[in-house]
């Protein structure tokens, strides 16, 4: 699992190194042009490809926009986004170096409704009932403290119940996941079809190199629908109410269209697409959309 | 969605028929541009954006609504609406631009239009045959010229002045910054030369952006959309241009990924004649002499490339208008008039 553009896509190295460049008086734009977007080529494109990734906020229905938490916040964005629509904002985050990267971003921004903290997002730091939304994006894509990355349920489980104990009645938690076409481990959830894929994957191991990675990542596509049962199914285990799946696309950096994930919905957004091949209106035509996207967003309220 | 957002929505909608039709989660957000509200820089300015556009899905999640939102600080929505509504009253106009109406909060401003469905004029237009393609563009320019003459009347507030103006005073500014991103000086003089040749043209309301894209078949008839910066540019035969080079690229992107369209315009390849001949004959409907036809070809060429500067787009956005400018130079080197619109 990996998410696009997020911070689980660098090395500890970069995240390291981004951590020093902040720490030597570099203004934050800068040292993220240099360590980790060398092709974003001036601070509009950046605030562009940060800007719209905030925007899923407009579809959030919420009584209150007071408090918001950013678990595993990274360096920062969503946070960014968040603090332009609630009064206060507070971002987490386990690891040392991006927490500095995050505190010299907000320090230099001004963002006086900002605080930030380090905790995991297993063992949140706040009283019961703290916020009105609480977002966990790129779920899965870095490790928790306390839990072992290769048991993915355990971890959603953790960081779910966590989640669901900060918020408030008629909060709402964001997660956001993406389902990379790199080879690697498959995401061990979703019952039977996760069984089906793992026998897949272990029968296309006996194929040559270049047939096994073109074959891992259509099995990965078929994973996706794994991904958008079992998520629904967590967050109503971890106790949350009503539950909204959506897609984006083309990715968490660049979120040009977000997609509620229903069957005519996503026809109709495949309708609008000029370059929408017809094999994709007939996935979605079967009810198969999950296997379009990469990215996938869910929306849960207490 | 979010209770501003839907406050706005039921104050936009006239016709109080949308709470009715749209469910609380049938909203589809499709070119998510920026954030709103924006982000502001260091200094404290707002970041060029242009928020984001809805598609409301009905219970049956059909489109049934199309809704643009922006930023409050937005100058061109409020604007937009404004024009569609003048537009939309005229009885000869309701059936080519969409009914739109407008609110807007502290935050956010956004403007709610009906759905129109229908077959983009993009789409259909790499597999036109030639003639089916110059038929389409004559009856689409034919279209755009009567919603500019018609909207000359109903919105005489915006021209900026009803006497023909010389287009190297219109190109000015946008030489100006052509200069100032490195286009090199013998260029910009060639460019001023072949614009004050060309003389003055009467004003015209311009659509600003008529590409295959904002063009749609519904019904049996073709209908136009985004009137986002609708009568800003006000030089006859901008939209021609606009619209013959976007239909070109799509129809011919592998030479368009090879060569400019004004060298292409420049040379004897049926496509080149085919484009020119469409701009002449729209030209003569105008009233515009061949010679200053050649000149509001440099002047689009200059301003639709100064425009995207001035957005604040990375250089590989306006790089391939760019080219469009130099290729204009190149025909203009030494002094030499631009003749590539001479009668046939």
């Known amino acids: ?302 | 969605m979010k209770h501003e957002l839907h406050e706005l929505l039921v104050a936009a909608d006239r016709a109080g028929n949308l709470t009715r039709e749209i469910p609380e989660d049938g909203i589809l957000i499709v070119e998510n541009y920026g954030a709103i509200p924006p982000a502001v820089r260091r200094s404290g300015c707002y970041v060029w954006n242009r928020g984001f556009n809805v598609v409301l899905l009905g219970r049956d999640d059909a489109p049934r609504y199309f809704c643009k939102c922006r930023p409050i600080a937005d100058a061109n929505l409020e604007r937009e609406t404004a024009v569609l509504r003048a537009l939309h009253s005229d009885p000869e106009l309701c059936t080519i631009v969409p009914r739109a109406s407008g609110a807007r909060d502290s935050e956010v401003q956004l403007q709610l239009n009906e759905f129109v469905t229908g077959w983009p004029y993009e789409r259909a237009l790499p597999r036109l045959t030639e003639l089916a393609w110059v038929e389409s563009m004559a009856q689409i320019l034919s279209v755009a010229r009567m919603v500019s003459r018609r909207a000359t009347d109903l919105l005489p507030s915006l021209l900026t002045t009803p006497a023909p103006a010389p287009l190297c005073v219109a190109a000015a500014n946008a030489l100006r910054e052509l200069g100032a991103v490195g286009l090199a000086a013998d260029v910009l003089q060639g460019l001023e030369r072949a614009l004050a040749g060309a003389g003055a043209v009467p004003p015209l309301l311009q659509h600003g952006d008529l590409w295959p894209g904002n063009v749609l078949w519904h019904h049996g008839s073709w209908r136009l959309l985004d009137f986002e910066v609708f009568g800003i540019v006000q030089t006859p035969l901008y939209d021609v241009c606009h619209f013959v080079r976007n239909c070109w690229t799509l129809r011919e992107p592998r030479v368009a990924a090879t060569t400019t369209w004004v060298a292409r315009l420049a040379s004897d390849a049926r496509d080149a004649e085919l484009c020119r001949r469409t701009i002449l004959t729209e030209a003569r409907h105008l009233g515009l002499e061949a010679t200053q036809a050649a000149g509001v070809l440099a002047y689009y060429v200059v301003d639709v490339t100064a425009q995207v500067i001035r957005r604040g787009t990375p250089q590989v956005a306006w790089a391939p208008l760019m080219r469009e400018v130099l290729a204009a130079g190149e025909l203009l080197r030494g002094g030499a008039a631009l003749r590539l619109l001479d009668p046939l």
């Open chain 1, 1 to 302: 699992m990996d998410a696009p553009g997020l911070v689980s896509s660098w090395s500890d190295q970069e995240l390291a190194q981004l951590a020093a460049t902040v720490g030597r008086g570099l203004p934050w734009r800068q040292a993220l042009r240099e360590v980790a977007q060398p092709s974003a080529s001036d601070e509009r494109s950046e605030h562009r490809s940060d800007d719209a990734c905030g925007n899923w906020l407009w579809l959030v229905d919420l009584a209150r926009w007071e408090r918001a938490l950013d678990v595993q916040g990274g360096i920062g964005s969503m946070t960014a986004a968040l603090a332009r629509h609630f009064t206060s904002v507070h971002y987490v985050d386990a690891a040392r170096p991006p927490l500095e990267f995050a505190r010299a971003r907000f320090r230099e921004d001004r963002s006086a409704n900002v605080a930030c903290a380090q905790a995991g997002a297993g063992a949140l730091p706040y009283p019961n009932a703290t916020f009105d939304c609480v977002v966990w994006d790129g779920a899965l894509g870095r490790g928790v403290s306390g839990v072992a990355m290769v048991d993915p349920p355990a971890v959603l489980a953790a960081v779910l119940t966590e989640c669901r104990r900060v918020l408030r009645p008629g909060g709402c938690l964001y997660v956001g996941i993406a389902t990379g076409p790199v080879p690697g481990r498959v995401l061990p959830v979703g019952g039977i079809l996760s069984a089906l894929v793992r026998m897949v994957v272990r029968a296309i191991r006996v194929l040559p190199v270049w047939t096994w990675r073109r074959a891992t990542m259509q099995v990965r596509r078929v994973e996706r629908l794994a991904v958008a049962r079992a998520i629904p199914r967590q967050l109503r285990a971890a106790g949350f109410a009503r539950v909204q799946a959506f897609y984006i696309d083309p990715s968490f950096q660049q979120p040009w269209s977000i997609i509620p994930a229903r069957r005519r919905a996503v026809l109709a957004y495949e309708r609008l697409q000029m370059t929408s091949a017809r094999r994709r209106r007939w996935l979605a035509w079967l009810s198969l959309h999950p296997v379009l996207f990469e990215c996938h967003m869910f929306l849960a309220y207490v």
